[in-house]
């Protein structure tokens, strides 16, 4: 009888610490949204960080807080039942048909036409148009697609 009392206070701890943490959690998401950055130079544009980066902070502490569950530390994962802000999905922004000469004449003024050309036709990314490659990085003597670029 003792053992089923002891087996019942520690099942009800348990699920009021969850609940508890897991407002807790929902708290902290909310205040880091709101009044997450830390440097001044960034607090004057935004005060909050991004929805991807609380995310990112919800899926480190569900992961881990899912390790203690599965090595019997805490009897449920706090983060389960907390509401993570949804990514915000920015609409992608089009060259206009108008400016994409201007836009090419300047990247010829610059000596980067070809580089700029691919940009336009291939949807590259930039960190894509520059980055080396794999045989770059095994044999630097030879020079990189992107150098051939310039």
Known sequence: MAKATFANAQTGVGRGATQQATRDLQKLYNDL??????RKVQKKKKTGLSNSTVRGI???????LDRAVKEKLILSNPTENCIIPK????????LHPDHISAY???????????MFYLELVSGLRKGELVAPNGATLTKPTAPSPSCLLY
């Open 33 to 38: 949204q709101s009044n997450g950055r830390l």
């Open 58 to 64: 919800h899926m480190m502490l569900h992961n881990a």
């Open 87 to 94: 990514i915000e999905k920015e609409e992608m922004k089009i």
């Open 104 to 114: 090419l004449d300047a990247a010829e003024q610059r000596g980067a036409l070809p």
